[in-house]
T-cell receptor, first 114, second 113 residues
Framework: DQQVKQNSPSLSVQEGRISILNCDYT??????FLWYKKYPAEGPTFLIS?????DKNEDGRFTVFLNKSAKHLSLHIVPSQPGDSAVYFC?????????????FGKGTKLSVKP | GAGVSQSPSNKVTEKGKDVELRCDPI?????LYWYRQRLGQGLEFLIY????????KSGLPSDRFSAERTGESVSTLTIQRTQQEDSAVYLC???????????FGNGTRLTVT
């Protein structure tokens, strides 16, 4: 039973437009959420995170929104660039991420077309 | 400084053989994780080491899988009597004990023929 779900396996966006990647979770005890980006043949790299006490966190072109009542978070990339083309993983954890493992979704492959 | 280093980067083995995968975490990181990613799947947690505490082995899929960590440094993941379903990319990650995000290595791609 998947606790973290990314229902869109792929997304294609035009350069300069907004990319919106979605993630749903089932366990209301999760209190820390992260997005990782993965290029082929490389390990995932951390992109942005959000604590459950917040509903928005912004870092440059990347913004993560958290809707606790809907158990839903999203990653917005604006403007999208061809270099953003990668697989994006949503992850969740307990205890503010300070211990224990992260639970990952299956990923969404983003393609940004020039 | 250096990131998480994993070796080998690729490993092809015959079904039934044992394999050993190595991970060198970032110096000073007390937490070390092993994940695997099968084709078309997400990252599947295997095992977690935190300092001198007993490891969390709850993700190991069978008793053919084991892992060790020497102090707060190198870790090895051993798979005995490999099966074809063990084929995956095995990813190691480390983090500090302050809840910092995980830093992943580039993984070992294991192919069992």
């Amino acid at each position: 039973d998947q606790q973290v779900k990314q229902n869109s396996p792929s997304l294609s966006v035009q350069e300069g437009r907004i990319s919106i990647l979605n993630c749903d979770y089932t366990n209301s005890m999760f209190d820390y959420f992260l997005w990782y980006k993965k290029y082929p043949a490389e390990g995932p790299t951390f992109l942005i995170s959000i604590s459950s006490i917040k509903d928005k966190n912004e870092d440059g072109r990347f913004t993560v929104f958290l809707n606790k009542s809907a158990k839903h978070l999203s990653l917005h990339i604006v403007p999208s660039q061809p270099g953003d083309s990668a697989v994006y993983f949503c992850a969740a954890s307990f205890y503010g991420g300070s211990q224990g493992n992260l639970i990952f979704g299956k990923g969404t492959k983003l393609s940004v077309k020039p | 400084g250096a990131g998480v280093s994993q070796s080998p980067s690729n490993k092809v083995t015959e079904k039934g053989k044992d394999v050993e995968l190595r991970c060198d975490p970032i110096s000073g990181h007390t937490a070390l994780y092993w994940y695997r990613q099968r084709l078309g799947q997400g990252l599947e947690f295997l095992i977690y080491f935190q300092g001198n505490s007993a490891p969390d082995k709850s993700g190991l899929p069978s008793d053919r899988f084991s892992a060790e960590r020497t102090g707060e440094s190198v870790s090895t993941l051993t798979i005995q009597r490999t099966q074809q379903e063990d084929s995956a990319v095995y990813l190691c990650a480390s983090s500090s004990d302050r809840g910092d995000p995980l830093h992943f290595g580039n993984g070992t791609r294991l192919t069992v023929t």
